[in-house]
């Protein structure tokens, strides 16, 4: 995750059962990241500031990850130049 985010996709938090929009570099980051969401190991997490999500790493803010939805996915897109992982 420290290379720059190329693809866009919705991951999901088994904790709350909502999906949210993150940007990475590569298919492994997303697998990383939906890993670790899945066991709970704490390595990726998903913190809430009041109304705003971030994916955290290893207790360190990574980005922001709004909800998942396709007015999000596509604005994202737009915001960081990104393509949608299939």
């Given amino acids: 995750m420290n ?4 693809i866009s996709v919705c991951i ?5 059962n909502t999906g949210y929009v993150v940007s990475v570099c590569c298919p492994k980051c997303i697998t990383a ?5 899945n066991s709970s190991d704490n ?4 913190i809430q500031f009041k109304d705003i999500h971030v994916l955290v790493k290893k207790g360190i803010p990574k980005q ?3 909800v998942c939805n396709e007015a999000n ?14």
């Fill in 3 to 6: 290379s720059k985010t190329k």
């Fill in 12 to 16: 999901q938090h088994p904790k709350t």
């Fill in 33 to 37: 990241i939906q890993t670790s969401l």
């Fill in 43 to 46: 390595e990726y997490e998903i």
């Fill in 64 to 66: 922001v990850v709004p």
């Fill in 73 to 86: 996915v596509n604005g994202i897109m737009k915001l960081v130049g990104t393509e949608l992982s299939s």
